[in-house]
Structure formats: structure tokens, C-alpha cells
């Protein structure tokens, strides 16, 4: 064998082990890349929170074949369409963009990204490779309300809200409809903050309630100020997006929490074995996505029975949070007796009703 013969044999040898390996290597596959856009801090309560446990409980449950990225306090708008547009950029092929605002910049990196599947939170357009996805809030408002209701000694209940979109809407109304169902002088006031984040802001609206009478708060903001603002003031809360109660040990009486472990695992499933479809997803205690929190020391058992009852009810068909007869805050009839509102009726909703004070504002 000449030297040269010699060397390249050598050579081929010592290549022959990694030739063997690369079919193997090319044949791996890479791992499902998810990315989360936040509005908020993560934190340890509230929605981005909640958010937060289900990516986790994702990753835990197709562990090695997903990975995650998260981005958190993205504010709505253009700096939002450059965070999602990253994320796509950077390999990302499944993407939940988790907050209202999000719906205009999701819809357009969508169409830049057609090979990529996007699911926006509580929104309502769709596309190819864009689904929705929300839950039915208003039904453990309605729940809460009910606690509210029997809880009251002023018969006025506080409500934070963010914005004046029908999402918020309804949860003001199916809680007011909750309270009064079972206190038929229950009111409800209502305080815009124009922000899902601002614990200053939120807990200053908070006390302005308090002032105006209410024994009782909530709220459709992200913090938990309006919890601790309710624990200082020594009146009651009903937390939202999360069990609260380690903010307001005696103030929080119950709270509406919201659960996405299985949709998000379920929608990471459909990407991995390529039946993922768009879809719009708007499930509720039905289907586990609103779960109540604990109830509070204070509240009687007969209460939590009640509540526990409706729970039921909402679960089994039951009972409709919005069946009529019912009216707006101006007395309008809005749903004649032995209706029930439709869910596109619901998707608009822009009124007060009954029991709510004031007047809503526009949306923007």
C-alpha cells in the first residue's frame, strides 16, 4: 500500500464512526420552540401568573419535546408586534400571545409567518395559522357574586376595572347579576384604572371604593393591590386570576382563578403531531378552565353551599349567568324572560346592567 493509499485509508477509518453517526443525528428531531409574550410581570399571582404555571405544566408534560421562551411586561402595540415578530424570527413555531391588545400585532406577524402557529387570548380574529382562545370569566363572576351578595353588610361592592372592552364588561355585569340574585339591593361601582398593571393606581382606586361605601372589592386588573388594599381597609375581597389570600389572609372571601395547564399542553400536542388546527376556544367551568378559590374563614357554610350549588348548576347547563328577564342600568330590556343571551351577543356586550352605577365609558 503506498503512503498515500495508506493515509487515506487512515482516514477513512477514522471517519467511518462518524459517518455511521450523522444519519442518527440528521434523523433527531429539534424541539418544538413555544414562545409566551406577557403583558405583566410574572409574579406569584394574578393573570400573567396563571399564564405562567401552564407554560410549565407544559413543558413538564412534553418534556424533551418542547421548549419555551417567555417575554413578560410587553406593553400592547407596536413593541408588542416586535417582540412576537422575534420570536417567529428566532424558530419559534407555536406562539401564544396572551393579552387583549395583542390581537392587531398577532394577526399581521401571522400572515408574515405563515409556516408558524399563533394563538392569541381573548381575542376574536382568526386565521390560517391563527386560533383564539379564552375562558368564561363571567361565570365565576357570577359565582362570586353570590358570596358578595350574602357578605355585604352596605349593600355596595367596588369593582377596579382596566379597560371598557366586553371581556371586563361582562364580569362586572355577571358579578352585579350574581350579587343580586341573592341581595336585590346589592350595587355595584365601578373605578377605570386604563391599565391591567399598575399596583398604585390600582390600589388608589381601591380606596376610593371604600370611601364610596363598599364593604366588598374586586377587579379585572393583574396585581394583587386591590387584594391588600381590601386587608388594610379591613373589608372584604374577591381575588382575581389567582388564589390571593396570602394578600389578604382576612379580606379575601373567595376568588375566580383562571386554568390554562391542559389547553396549552393540548395545543403543544396538536403542533408535535401535525393535526394542529385554528380554533376558537372559549370554555369555562365546564370544561376547568375557571376554577373558584378557596373560600375565605368568615364565610358561612350555608354561603359556600349556595355558591357550590351554582357552580354545579353553571356546569351541568343549568344556570346561565345572563337569562332573563333582564335590563340595563337605564331600564332597557336586554334579554326577554326565559332567554339566554348568545355568546355573540355576550362577545359585544356594552352596556351596564341593573345594579351597576354609572355610566361605561367608550372603549378606545
Not at 78 to 99: C, K, M, N, P, Y
Request: proline share 5%.
Amino acid at each position: 500500500m503506498s503512503r498515500v493509499t495508506r493515509r487515506t485509508a487512515l482516514a477513512t477509518l477514522a471517519a467511518y464512526p462518524i459517518a455511521l453517526a450523522l444519519p442518527a443525528r440528521a434523523q433527531a428531531k429539534e424541539p418544538l420552540r413555544i414562545g409566551f409574550i406577557y403583558v405583566s410581570p410574572i409574579g406569584d399571582a394574578g393573570w400573567t401568573h396563571q399564564h405562567d404555571i401552564a407554560r410549565l405544566a407544559m413543558e413538564k408534560n412534553l418534556a424533551p419535546r418542547v421548549t419555551t421562551k417567555y417575554v413578560e411586561n410587553v406593553p400592547e402595540g407596536a413593541d408588542a408586534e416586535r417582540v412576537i415578530r422575534d420570536l417567529a424570527q428566532s424558530g419559534h413555531r407555536l406562539i401564544f400571545t396572551t393579552s387583549f391588545g395583542y390581537m392587531n400585532p398577532t394577526v399581521k406577524v401571522a400572515q408574515q409567518f405563515p409556516n408558524a402557529f399563533f394563538e392569541h387570548a381573548t381575542g376574536y380574529k382568526t386565521a390560517k395559522n391563527l386560533g383564539t382562545y379564552n375562558a368564561r370569566f363571567y361565570e365565576g363572576r357570577y359565582l362570586a357574586g353570590i358570596v358578595a351578595g350574602r357578605m355585604t353588610k352596605t349593600n355596595v361592592a367596588g369593582y377596579v376595572a382596566a379597560f371598557p372592552i366586553p371581556e371586563v364588561v361582562m364580569g362586572i355585569n355577571a358579578f352585579t347579576r350574581g350579587m343580586r340574585s341573592v341581595n336585590a339591593k346589592a350595587e355595584t361601582k365601578v373605578v377605570w384604572v386604563s391599565t391591567w398593571f399598575d399596583p398604585g393606581r390600582e390600589s388608589e382606586a381601591a380606596n376610593t371604593l371604600v370611601a364610596q361605601g363598599a364593604d366588598v372589592l374586586t377587579h379585572h386588573t393583574d396585581s394583587t393591590a386591590v387584594v391588600q388594599a381590601a386587608e388594610t381597609k379591613k373589608v372584604y375581597a374577591v381575588a382575581y386570576h389567582s388564589d390571593m389570600s396570602k394578600y389578604g389572609p382576612n379580606a379575601q372571601i373567595t376568588a375566580v382563578t383562571h386554568v390554562w395547564d391542559k389547553y396549552y399542553t393540548g395545543r403543544a400536542q396538536a403542533v408535535l403531531d401535525g393535526r394542529w388546527a385554528p380554533d376558537h376556544v372559549w370554555g369555562g367551568i365546564r370544561e376547568g378552565m375557571i376554577e373558584m378559590g378557596p373560600f375565605g374563614k368568615t364565610v358561612p357554610k350555608d354561603v359556600q353551599d349556595q355558591m357550590k350549588k351554582a357552580e354545579a348548576d353553571i356546569a351541568s347547563g343549568k344556570l346561565a349567568p345572563f337569562t332573563g328577564p333582564m335590563k340595563d342600568s337605564a331600564g332597557k330590556e336586554r334579554i326577554a324572560a326565559g332567554k339566554t343571551i348568545t355568546d355573540e351577543a355576550l362577545s359585544k356586550m356594552d352596556y351596564y346592567v341593573e345594579g351597576v352605577q354609572g355610566n361605561l365609558p367608550a372603549a378606545k
